[in-house]
């Protein structure tokens, strides 16, 4: 396994998803994109990645959502959803994951999620 450098590749995927995670709460989505471009085998990201539970996730998108709502008090229901919703779009969160944040946040406005 050393020879190949399968070793290397998941140390260096591990700390590259810690990281990433951690510092610029990053979705796994991204995390792997990032990974896989770098020439990481699948196998290395994939153990890397199954580090962070879907919990995990789900707290990291919630805590950017509030962070995000807390600056937004005057705007309107709508634009404060939409802004939340691109914010978590770009750090590759899933639409499951995007519209169970806004429930949580509670922002009421006239469309349906």
Known sequence: ????GLVNDAEFAKAWTQSR??????S???IAGELRTRGVDQNSI?????EIDDEDEYRMAFSLAMKKYSTMSRLDAEVQIRRIQSLLQRKGFNFGVIGRVIRELDIHS????
């Open 1 to 4: 396994m050393q020879e190949a």
């Open 21 to 26: 995670h951690t510092s610029k709460k990053l």
């Open 28 to 30: 796994k989505r991204i």
């Open 46 to 50: 994939d153990e890397a990645l199954d």
């Open 110 to 113: 006239g469309e349906q999620l």
